[in-house]
């Protein structure tokens, strides 16, 4: 007989595994590329994780060239006035101090409501004083436009009060950016009532120094709404156009109570209350 041929299968090489990429160090750009790479990170990552990575970032976090650069992205009417804010109004070089355009950016205040709890979700964030039966919240009789929430605070049969006091630096805005006269501060505030009832209501915001002395104020003090009003609703608005240098608070305060003077809640309904601050583009 013949030799026997083996037909087995040829073994497998394994394919030789893939080097380890090697992780790319950012902290090895040149500052001038690192820059651009950290402006697109969002400004609330760059202070609170960014900043704690090394001395290096810390620097250009606190500096004012990465928020520069972000703020250049915005190429609206209001993001070239705010860029040419930002660089006409900086700072003096505070030692041991990031620069304000951080927070500023972080927390953006231009063009927000800066009113917490404006229509109505409970009474948080307002210093209240309840008169007759106190404040409550019940839902919209009228359609309020624009309007987070239809729901509104409503007031009772003697004066009901509540305010805020906004700190316009914690909000964001920094002191030569304040005293710049470039900047207006519009409020607004609606209030009506309900058909059955009238009611009246009062209006006081008041622009504070730093010592809460009073600096400037608009006051609205309306004719009160009759009884059978087809659920009135009206709208208050005013806009600070020259703000005072020193103007570092808001107090946005209102009250409003029924003139038929009925136990429960027939008074004033409040609703959308507003405090925005704008760049005057002209």
């Known amino acids: 007989m013949g030799a026997s041929v083996s037909r087995g ?32 990170v969002p400004p609330r990552t760059l202070l609170g994780r960014c900043r704690q990575v090394c001395r290096g970032w810390r620097a250009l976090v606190d500096g004012q060239a990465l928020w520069l650069l972000i703020l250049a992205r ?25 620069c304000p355009l951080g927070r500023f950016c972080a927390r953006r205040p231009i063009g927000r409501n800066l009113i917490r709890n404006p229509c109505g979700q409970g009474l948080r964030k307002w ?23 239809q729901t509104c605070f409503v007031t009772s049969f003697s004066w009901c009060c509540k305010k805020q006091v906004l700190d316009l630096e914690e909000e ?16 607004s505030d609606w209030w ?11 209006l006081l915001v008041q622009l504070l120094d730093t010592n809460q002395t009073v600096l400037d104020k608009f006051s609205a003090v309306p004719d009160p709404i009759p009884q059978w009003n087809n659920n ?49 583009l002209s």
């Open 9 to 40: 299968r040829a073994a497998r090489v394994p394919a030789p595994e893939p080097e380890p990429e090697e992780a790319l160090d950012l902290s090895q750009l040149p500052p001038e590329l690192l820059l651009v790479v950290l402006s697109h």
């Open 74 to 98: 915005d190429h609206g009417a209001t993001g070239r006035a705010l860029l040419h804010l930002a660089r006409s109004c900086q700072s003096p070089a505070r030692n041991a101090r990031p």
């Open 127 to 149: 210093m209240v004083q309840h008169g007759g039966d106190g404040w409550v919240v019940e839902e919209n009789r009228t359609t309020v436009p624009g309007a987070p929430s």
């Open 172 to 187: 964001g805005l920094w002191p030569e950016l304040l005293d710049s006269g470039r900047i207006e501060i519009c409020v």
């Open 192 to 202: 009506g009532a309900r058909h059955d009832s009238g009611c009246m209501y009062r």
């Open 232 to 280: 009135a609703c009206l709208h208050v608005t005013h806009v600070f156009s020259n703000i005072k240098m020193g103007v570092r608070f808001v107090s946005f305060e209102h009250r409003g109570q029924d003139t038929q003077f009925w136990a429960g809640h027939y008074g004033a309904r409040v609703t959308n209350s507003s405090v925005i601050v704008r760049v005057r």
